[in-house]
């Protein structure tokens, strides 16, 4: 790399270096495809750095609402997306506009098929979308959870097949004839507000080193720590053990939770007692399943690739197995409570409160308690949903309620009131004063006395 200084044409810089002076200088355009719960926020960090971001989305609603300053997730503000505007963001589904940005952040959904296994789609169609607007020096981080391989693999083989015959760079120098690829995984944790958005160190792998430094340089513009690894492959794999780290956890404190209560003892009260432990323990909670777009299925993604090397991740299917029993566990826990007052859970009326995958978003996403709802249901009970985050529950990927909001009030004409999100607006005294039975899958009532509550 030539030393730089303030008079170094910069027609004198090769494509890496011309890049980091156009970060620096803050007039490098951030191209983010995919605006949702993850490239919504990450444009909006970038926006405040002063850089010029565009949001490409293939959804007429998202680019519509935010090109009128508007927002469609409840912790985004309007104001944000305005403050945003006024710095030059805009939202588009053209995507010809690629070839202006000189960095392109992929933030597409990576579900699983019904089959469960991993579904691409997303990520092959905006690949085949870019592919035609690629230019050299450019660089294309891939942000969305997938198993180790897609970023070379899959990614850049169709970003290859561009009209001008650009490859990705694999080797150490500094090309005018190359595009540059990064895999990033992106790590935010909904509705954690512990830790600054900024302070989640971003894990960076590229093709070749110049590619994760130029991703270096991008992200250190927003984050206050990047950890370089040595490939794509690397920085996949590190967001996928974080996740089962998590799911495999959840799963051992779902399985002693229900020791812990055929025992009579209090699980949430071990894992507070543990949790005073100053090394080697982390604590982890049970509850009725787990949601949202990564722990239920990026373990999935890995255990579906290592079966291409005759190798099976028992620890992965043995969390998924327990975990995706627990909506199960929670339903039947409420029939027998039900069948101890002489009631059954055919023809019960059971208000089901918070529907989010976790207590004060508005994310719906493999929610559990759409499980539990349609398993009350198919047993016959008359089901009613209450969720300050939802007006109105319709068609998901792997759920069709068609139900609205019931307002929080009459709980006693309920036969059971049953907390399976515990958000924090939530009057829990009140919720077991005024209800007969009340079905408790979060620790919500801890500290609440009373013979109606049943904890599960
Ligand atoms: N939500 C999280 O908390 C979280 C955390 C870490 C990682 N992730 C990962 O980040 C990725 C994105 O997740 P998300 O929660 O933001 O998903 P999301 O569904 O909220 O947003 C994805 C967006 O991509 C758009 N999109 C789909 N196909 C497109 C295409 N071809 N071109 C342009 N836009 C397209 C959709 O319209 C949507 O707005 C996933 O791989 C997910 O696993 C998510």
Not at 74 to 96: C, K, L, Y
Not at 140 to 167: M, W
Not at 282 to 294: A, D, E, L, S, T
Request: charged share 20%.
């Amino acid at each position: 790399m030539v030393a730089m200084n303030a008079t170094t044409p910069l027609s004198n810089l090769n494509s890496a270096e011309l890049f980091n002076h156009k970060v620096e200088a803050r007039t490098a355009k951030i191209g983010i495809i995919g605006m949702g719960y993850v490239g919504l926020p990450l444009a909006l960090l970038f926006s405040e750095q002063k850089f010029r971001v565009t949001g490409f989305d293939i959804d007429p609603f998202k680019v519509e609402t935010l090109t009128r300053g508007g927002s469609y997730i409840v912790r985004i503000p309007e104001t944000e997306i305005q403050d945003a505007i006024a710095n030059g963001f805009q939202a588009t589904s053209d995507f010809s506009g690629i070839a202006d940005m000189d960095a392109v952040i992929i933030c597409v959904p990576t579900p699983l098929n019904d089959h469960h296994e991993p579904d691409l789609s997303y990520i092959v169609a905006t690949a085949n979308n870019i592919a035609p607007h690629v230019r050299a020096g450019q660089l294309i981080i891939l942000e969305s959870t997938t198993y180790p391989g897609t970023t070379e693999d899959l990614l850049v083989p169709i970003l290859e097949k561009n009209p001008r015959g650009l490859k990705a760079a694999r080797n150490g120098a500094a090309s005018d004839s190359e595009f540059y690829v990064v895999f990033s995984p992106e790590r935010e944790d909904p509705g954690n507000d512990t830790v600054a958005r900024r302070d989640i160190p971003k894990v960076i792998g590229g093709l070749n080193p110049i590619a994760t430094g130029l991703g270096g340089a991008v992200y250190n513009s927003i984050f206050n720590r990047t950890v370089p690894v040595s490939a794509p492959a690397v920085a996949e794999m590190t967001k996928l053990l974080e996740n089962i780290y998590r799911c495999v956890n959840i799963a051992l404190v779902n399985e002693l939770k229900m020791l812990c209560l055929r025992m009579g003892i209090d699980i949430f009260e071990v894992i507070h007692a543990a949790a005073t432990k100053p090394f080697g323990f982390q604590p982890f909670y049970p509850g009725p399943g787990i949601g949202g777009h990564c722990i239920p299925l990026d373990p999935f993604y890995l255990s579906w690739k290592a079966k291409e090397y005759d190798f099976h991740t028992r620890f992965i299917e043995l969390a998924g197995e327990i975990n995706l029993s627990m909506p199960y566990y929670v339903v039947n826990s409420t029939a027998a409570a039900l069948n101890r007052q002489k009631k059954t859970l055919n023809g019960a009326s059971v208000l089901v409160l918070g529907v989010a995958y976790k207590k004060d978003i508005d994310d719906l996403r493999e929610s559990p308690a759409l499980t539990v709802i349609e398993l009350l249901q198919r047993e016959g009970a008359d089901v009613k949903y209450n969720d300050p985050y939802f007006a109105f529950v319709g068609k998901g990927r792997k759920y069709d309620l068609q139900m609205h909001n019931t307002p929080l009030q009459d709980l006693g004409k309920y036969d059971c009131v049953m907390i399976i999100t515990d958000h924090s607006d939530y009057d829990y005294e009140a919720i077991v004063r005024e209800s007969q039975l009340v079905i408790d899958t979060r620790n919500a009532t801890r500290g609440i006395q009373s013979e109606k509550i049943v904890r599960c």
